[in-house]
Nanobody, 123 residues
Framework: QVRLVESGGGLVQAGGSLRLSCAAS????????MGWFRQGPGKEREFVAA????????YYADSVKGRFTISRDNAKNTVYLQMSSLKPEDTAVYYC????????????????WGQGTQVTVSS
């Protein structure tokens, strides 16, 4: 019932910025936690950030805290990931996900996933 579509990925130079969007449809998301995960080449999928749909409480991985900002626009059913001061190690496929449980960091607890959007940061 839930569909997530990411957009906004691309190629950016180190130190630059990029904003990812995740458009959600299919049901009301007020009870969901929305998260961003990423998977770099040869790496495990890792947590990036999460936000509660209704309350807007945010959570961040230590590796991105201070550089990335997650936000949501309830009226547009869209979650954003504003990425600044990008580093080559941020290069990955970024996935949007929705979680109906009170859990933030473990990708295995998320119920729905988008197809991902590629972010490449050049040095």
């Amino acid at each position: 019932q839930v569909r997530l579509v990411e957009s906004g990925g691309g190629l950016v130079q180190a130190g630059g910025s990029l904003r990812l969007s995740c458009a959600a449809s299919g049901r009301t998301f007020s009870s969901y936690i929305m998260g961003w995960f990423r998977q770099g080449p040869g790496k495990e999928r890792e947590f990036v950030a999460a936000v509660t749909w209704s309350g807007g409480r945010t959570y961040y991985a230590d590796s991105v805290k201070g550089r990335f900002t997650i936000s949501r626009d309830n009226a547009k059913n869209t979650v954003y990931l504003q990425m600044s001061s990008l580093k080559p190690e941020d290069t990955a496929v970024y996935y949007c996900a929705a979680n109906s449980r009170i859990s933030y960091y473990d990708y295995q607890t998320y119920d729905y996933w988008g197809q991902g959007t590629q972010v490449t940061v050049s040095s």
